[in-house]
């Protein structure tokens, strides 16, 4: 039996299909969501889904089994207006900051699940962090952790207040961990390597060294001390790395922090 059999029967209707509601749908298609189950609304959607037997931009079905918000939160108003007041069908939002109060007003009978995904979704790598309202039941929050376990692994919150911690952490940081790898292929062009050679290099270490993390029994912590041998070259980085005042650990704090509240003001209505 499929996991997406009521959803197949019922359908699924995903409000915006950018980069992360993109992400999502090609993982749930790959698990076995029918495509002629899915209705996209998406004023402009990109030319790769217009042939893939979705129901495009037309009328929704009666009673879907869910609703799939992701917009920007900028413009959640503007798609929660176009959208009839459900009450039999699951709403899920994927959206930064937007509390699940705002949805509630649109929603005021219907169960809502509030989900953090980040895109390594698109390649089923994600990880994604989720909480309902009080008219989630378990048998709810189930379909939401089954839509998103399609595309990565799934954590359930035990509050809200986490959300904009979460979106700050996992939500984003598949940005910071891709400027890191800008930045170390920069250091190595520093130190004579070719940008080719040096980007190579980079991005399959953040690559081996991630899917090592996930991989291994150790902690991280662990890990960094295998790869560091006493008087050696890693002694050396991590020295400058590590250092508590002007290393990594505070700037991540301040990354961190400067996204959690960015989160809060757009959970404010904040443009
Ligand atoms: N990108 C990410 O890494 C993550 C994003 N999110 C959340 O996902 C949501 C979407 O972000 P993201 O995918 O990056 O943004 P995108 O801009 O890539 O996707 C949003 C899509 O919605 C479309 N759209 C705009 N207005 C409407 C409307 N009224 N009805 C239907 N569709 C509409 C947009 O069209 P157009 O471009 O023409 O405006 C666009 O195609 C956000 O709320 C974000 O916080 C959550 C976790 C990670
Ligand atoms: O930048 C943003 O606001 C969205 C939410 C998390 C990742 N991208």
Redesign the pocket.
């Known amino acids: 039996m499929s996991d997406f059999e009521d959803i197949n029967t019922r359908g699924l209707v995903l ?8 992400a999502m749908l090609k993982g749930w298609l790959s698990r076995g969501l029918q495509p002629g189950s899915v209705t996209v ?5 990109a030319p790769e889904w217009q042939d893939k037997g979705l129901r495009v931009n037309q009328p929704l079905p009666e009673n879907p089994a869910v609703m799939v918000l ?4 900028q ?2 108003a ?2 929660l207006g ?1 959208v009839p007041r459900l009450s039999d069908t699951l709403v899920v939002s ?5 509390t699940i109060d705002t949805f509630e007003r649109s929603f005021p009978d219907a169960p809502i699940v509030r989900v ?4 390594p979704a698109a390649i089923g790598q994600g990880i994604s962090a989720l909480i309902g309202n009080g008219l989630a039941t378990a048998a709810h929050l189930d379909t939401a952790e089954t839509l998103m376990s399609a595309v990565g692994r799934v954590v359930r919150l035990d509050s809200e207040d986490q959300m904009d911690a979460v ?1 700050g952490l996992s ?1 984003s940081g ?1 940005a910071y961990v891709f400027h890191m790898i800008e930045a170390m292929a920069k250091a190595g062009e520093a130190q004579g390597l070719s940008p080719e050679l040096s980007l190579e290099l980079a991005r399959m270490t953040v690559a081996g060294a991630g899917a090592l993390a996930v991989d291994a029994d150790e902690d991280p912590a662990v890990l960094r001390e295998n790869v560091t041998s006493p008087g050696g070259t890693t002694a050396a980085g991590l020295k400058v790395l590590m250092d508590p005042e002007n290393g990594l650990p505070p700037l991540m704090r301040r990354t961190v922090a400067a996204a959690t509240e960015r989160g809060r003001e757009l959970g404010k209505g904040a443009a």
Request: glycine share 20%; net charge positive.
């Open positions: 409000v915006g299909c950018g980069r992360m509601g993109g609304i998406d004023p402009r959607l992701a917009v920007k939160p413009m959640m503007d798609a176009g994927v959206a930064a900051g937007t953090m995904p980040n895109t979106t939500g598949p």
